[in-house]
């Protein structure tokens, strides 16, 4: 039977929106596709407020590095002249 918690480690889960820290796994062992946390990650959702979020949320360091990435490509297709 699968827990209502997803696997974190020692680390608590917490609402990024509400701070409740009761939540029901939606789906887990989701497979990265942006290779920001660098492995598998659940999708839960809050017991409170429903709100569904991913974990473990990447850091902020992380999301920074990415869209910087993000910004220098699109600087990178600008200079390459594409059409509007």
């Avoid at 887990?28 to 949320?57: A, D, T």
């Amino acid at each position: 039977m699968q827990s209502n918690q997803p696997k974190r480690g020692k680390s608590i889960w917490r609402c990024p929106v509400c701070g409740n820290s009761q939540s029901k796994v939606i789906v887990s062992n989701v497979r990265e596709n942006l290779r920001l946390i660098g492995g598998r990650y659940s999708y839960c959702r809050c017991q409170s407020c429903k709100v569904i979020s991913q974990q473990p949320l990447p850091s902020l360091d992380l999301l920074a590095n990415y869209y910087n990435l993000i910004d220098q490509s699109c600087r990178d297709l600008r200079t390459v002249g594409l059409p509007n």
